[in-house]
């Protein structure tokens, strides 16, 4: 399996009532792990997660 290309991954949030958003994408994984790493430092109750976007 290759790799994706460099900026196609995003991050996503499932909030209290189990919706999915997609918070921002286009970013490398490692930004995107970054952001992720922010976000659950805050302290939020919601998850986040690094998914790689789909290329079409």
């Known amino acids: ?8 991954w995003c991050v ?3 909030d209290d009532n189990g ?3 997609v918070l921002r994408d286009g970013l490398t994984r490692a ?3 970054r952001l992720v790493a922010e976000y659950q430092a805050r302290g ?3 998850s986040y997660w ?3 976007v ?3």
Request: no cysteine; charged share 40%; aromatic share 4%.
């Open 1 to 8: 399996m290759s790799e994706a290309p460099e900026r196609s």
């Open 12 to 14: 996503k949030r499932l």
């Open 19 to 21: 919706n999915e958003f």
């Open 31 to 33: 930004e995107a792990e």
């Open 44 to 46: 939020h109750k919601q």
């Open 50 to 52: 690094v998914e790689r």
């Open 54 to 56: 789909p290329v079409l």
